[in-house]
């Protein structure tokens, strides 16, 4: 049989099933998706079991070889099923035993049952909406009080509720039901802060903030965004109902609406503060909201800031696709997702495909000066202007887009001697490269844009248009192109050769992982096949490497709050995102006394990564020391601090030291 710690490693990676601290819990139903050593695996538990051609869930366990089949009858039909038995595997003694919980007066009962089942599961979207209620109820705030039938039925008691079918129900009659549809407390849903809220944050982050932006927030809570904003040099301020009834409403370039739709409760009210925030804005409307998502270990859970969950607040909680549609039609755009429930929707439509273009630039330096050119020496300030263009847009300047262009042509009469002379003093190697990596860059936005409606060559951006016309000879031919491209990401045994081939990045079972920064030295069908994520949901806040598979048409966004400066950092959150039903599933580990640790760093960045030559280094020693070897034991925190100790070793800032020696 396969070794115990394959099968625990298998049951902490399935993107399948529910994951609890000492188990991962799998419906029948699934069995056919999850890794095939854990099919082997409980086949063999099926071997040696009594019948078990009626269980409902499987759990695997994790602290000693043991398979469980539990029974549900009612799975489908009750919201929360009670226990009816289970039989127990015990490989080590191969004993089957048997625990009988039909005559109890207070079995264990099943919650957030979309967990246990794939996405396609007839009643996937019955059960997670049962959940999506239960949540904003507060009903499942504490999970340690509710997983028995008795101590549940008394927590809906002490609330005055009951079900109907997979639905919530408040009785007309019940207090509880009157406070929150007709007293409802929103000022308690605002939350002090002691930084920028996180849509906010990746705005100003996006340099989408200029000398002369002003910012309005509109729905601002306690305020904490105005006086940061205001901080930071710009003209800011604010409105609240609760908070600050006085402040006048103000246009403003951008317009904060920040975590403010998911707690109106009336749905005309909700549509009108969208509408007259849009209203207000100049430029840019920020449109944030809590969004559910599925966490491996704790169900559908809502992710966002600005919201608390108090009991007489409401909340609404989206999905990531219904909230972008909400938004877009109500305000007859197309908003731009920025991340996981933020949003941006732009009054210019031309000033919002050049943003869009933007998200998918190659980071590029201006090639140096390798030789001595007396005349470019003496233009050298003038020229630089000029470089800094070619280097952005792979493509010297048209009438009126540069600012210099009146100075530099009273100088050279045109843009191709000026340049010339430029490739005089530099290497144009270097210049042909810049120009290959923005016609790529070129060709990945216009495929990812055909999925909202690519602008036709009458509505598209000027910048664009040349761009495409100067790099791709057309912006119809740069198109076509981009078509093709976009075809090909369907393919995934194009996207394995691709992984599998891939000079950047670290080569993994059926995936390939790269540091995000490293994402634009990637072949351009790769780039799209990232962007078929980020496109939808933005990447995952923070997120510092990302994985692609080829097995399946999936991508993960990973974060490790300390890549750079701990050698072997802990990862802290995960997102995947499954491109053929757009499921995601996340994961927060910051809780996990076990966490997976990273090894080999160097391998997801590129040779130019500041530590790139420490993180080099660092591996080459500990290759050399065997502490790499057994990969298995050491890829998570426990197994590689065994691993330390048994070689008398310990790593600080990147150099090992013998312990002796400390």
Request: proline fraction near 4%.
């Amino acid at each position: 049989m396969t070794e115990f710690s394959t099968i625990v490693s298998s049951c902490e990676n399935s993107s399948i099933g529910k994951l609890l601290p000492g188990a991962l819990y799998v419906h029948t139903s699934a069995l056919d998706a999850i890794d095939p050593i854990l099919q082997q695996y409980e086949q063999d538990a099926r071997n040696l079991a009594e019948d078990v051609t009626e269980a409902t869930l499987i759990k695997f366990a994790l602290d000693n070889p043991k398979v469980s089949y539990l029974f549900y009858p009612d799975f489908d039909s009750e919201p929360h099923p009670k226990l009816q038995k289970s039989l127990i595997v015990d490989f080590d003694s191969k004993q089957v035993s048997q625990r009988q919980y039909q005559n109890s007066d207070n079995p264990p009962i099943l919650h957030r049952k979309e967990t246990f089942v794939t996405s396609d599961y007839p009643l996937y979207k019955e059960f997670a909406q049962l959940t999506q209620e239960e949540i904003s109820l507060g009903l499942l705030d504490n999970s340690r009080f509710i997983g028995m039938w008795q101590q549940w039925q008394q927590l809906l008691a002490d609330h005055g509720l009951d079900f109907e079918g997979h639905h919530v129900v408040c009785p007309l009659n019940n207090q509880y039901s009157l406070k929150k549809n007709i007293n409802i407390d929103r000022h308690l849903a605002a939350i002090y802060r002691n930084e920028l809220s996180r849509p906010v944050r990746l705005v100003l982050e996006a340099k989408l903030f200029t000398k002369e932006t002003t910012f309005f927030d509109y729905g601002c809570g306690h305020g904490g965004d105005i006086q940061r904003i205001r901080e930071q040099g710009y003209i800011s301020a604010g409105w609240a109902p609760y908070y600050f009834p006085e402040q006048p409403l103000i246009r403003a370039d951008i317009v904060n609406l920040g975590y403010v739709i998911n707690v109106i409760e009336d749905v005309k009210e909700r549509r009108e503060a969208l509408l007259k925030a849009w209203e207000l804005t100049k430029q840019i409307l920020i449109v944030s909201a809590q969004v559910l998502i599925d966490d491996r270990q704790r169900g559908l859970v809502a992710y966002g800031d600005g919201v608390i969950t108090t009991r007489n607040t409401f909340q609404k909680y989206y999905d990531q696709e219904e909230l972008q549609s909400y938004i877009d039609s109500i305000l007859n755009i197309n908003s731009i997702p920025v991340g996981l429930g933020v949003f941006l929707a732009f009054r210019d439509i031309q000033q919002a495909e050049i943003f869009r273009a933007s998200c998918f630039v190659s980071r590029l330096s201006i090639p140096r000066v390798y030789r001595e050119v007396r005349n470019f020496q003496d233009y050298r300030e003038l020229l630089t202007p000029l470089m800094e263009f070619y280097t952005k847009r792979g493509r010297l300047p048209m009438k009126n887009e540069l600012p210099e262009e009146a100075a530099i042509k009273a100088e050279f009469k045109t843009y191709r001697r000026a340049f010339n002379l430029v490739l005089q003093a530099t290497n144009q190697e270097e210049w042909d490269k810049i120009q290959q990596l923005r016609r790529q860059d070129l060709l990945v936005y216009l495929a990812l844009a055909n999925f909202k409606g690519r602008p036709s060559i009458r509505k598209v951006a000027k910048e664009i248009k040349e761009d495409a016309k100067a790099l791709l000879g057309s912006y119809k031919q740069a198109c076509v192109l981009s078509d093709l491209l976009l075809l090909e990401v369907g393919n995934l045994d194009t996207i394995a050769d691709l992984c599998r081939n891939s000079a950047v990045g670290k080569q993994l079972k059926n995936s390939l992982a790269i540091h995000i920064s490293a994402l634009d030295k990637l072949a351009p069908l790769l780039r799209v096949y990232e962007g078929c994520a980020s496109r939808v949901y933005g990447r995952l806040q923070d997120a510092n490497l990302i994985k692609f598979y080829y097995n399946k048409p999936k991508i993960s966004y990973l974060y490790y709050p300390e890549f750079d400066t701990v050698a072997h950092p802990i990862l802290q959150t995960t997102m995947e995102i499954d491109l053929q039903s757009f499921a995601i599933l996340y994961s927060d580990l910051s809780d996990n006394n076990n966490p997976p640790v990273l090894h080999r760093k160097y391998t997801l960045v590129t040779p130019d990564y500041p530590d790139y030559e420490k993180f080099y280094r660092l591996t080459c020693q500990e290759e050399e020391l065997g502490l790499l070897e057994d990969n298995d034991s050491i890829r998570r925190l426990q197994g590689w601090l065994d691993c330390l100790r048994n070689n008398q070793v310990t790593i600080k800032e990147h150099e090992i030291f013998k312990i002796s020696s400390i």
